[in-house]
C-alpha cells in the first residue's frame, strides 16, 4: 500500500442501557456472547489466552488472541487484525461502547472490503447485544444476515 495513503480504521458505537460490569461481562462470557453473537466460544477472555469462536450455521470458526483486558474498561484482542471495545460508563445503568478495528492487510481493494465488512459486522453485533441486554431479545441478527449461507448438518 502506498506510504501516503491511510489504511482504513473501522470505529462503531452504541449506547447500552446496562451498567459497565455487565456489557463488558457480555463480552467476556461465551455464554452470554453466544446468545446476540457467535454460536460458541471455547472459553472466557482472558489476558493472554486463545480461545476459538464458532459459527455453526456458516461452518465458521476464529482463533482469537487476548492481547489485554482492563476489567469493565476495555479488550484488545488479535484475530487476524486488531479489535479493541472500550466500556465507558455514561451513568449507573448506561454504557457507551467503542469498537475499533485495525490492521487490515492485502490490495487496496481487499483492505476497502475487509473494512466495510467489519463495520457492517461489528454494527450488527452492537444492534443485537443492545437488544438482548436491554430487552432480553434474541434478534438472532448475525445468523439472518445470510441465510443463503447457512450450511446443512
Not at 43 to 63: C, I, N, R
Not at 75 to 92: K, M, Y
Not at 137 to 148: G, I, T
Amino acid at each position: 500500500m502506498d506510504e501516503r495513503i491511510q489504511a482504513p480504521i473501522v470505529k462503531v458505537e452504541m449506547l447500552i442501557r446496562r451498567p459497565a460490569h455487565e456489557v463488558f461481562e457480555a463480552f467476556i462470557d461465551p455464554e452470554i456472547t453466544s446468545k446476540f453473537w457467535f454460536t460458541k466460544g471455547s472459553g472466557k477472555l482472558e489476558t493472554g489466552a486463545s480461545v476459538q469462536w464458532d459459527w455453526a450455521m456458516y461452518g465458521a470458526s476464529a482463533m482469537v488472541e487476548v492481547k489485554e483486558i482492563e476489567v469493565n474498561q476495555r479488550i484488545l484482542l488479535d484475530w487476524g487484525t486488531l479489535v479493541e471495545w472500550t466500556f465507558t460508563s455514561q451513568a449507573d445503568d448506561a454504557t457507551f461502547m467503542t469498537i475499533t478495528n485495525t490492521g487490515f492487510t492485502g490490495s487496496g481493494d481487499e483492505i476497502v472490503k475487509q473494512a466495510l465488512d467489519a463495520t457492517e459486522g461489528f454494527t450488527i453485533v452492537l444492534c443485537g447485544l443492545k437488544a438482548y441486554l436491554e430487552h432480553g431479545l434474541r434478534l438472532n441478527l448475525v445468523s439472518d444476515k445470510a441465510p443463503y449461507a447457512h450450511i446443512q448438518v
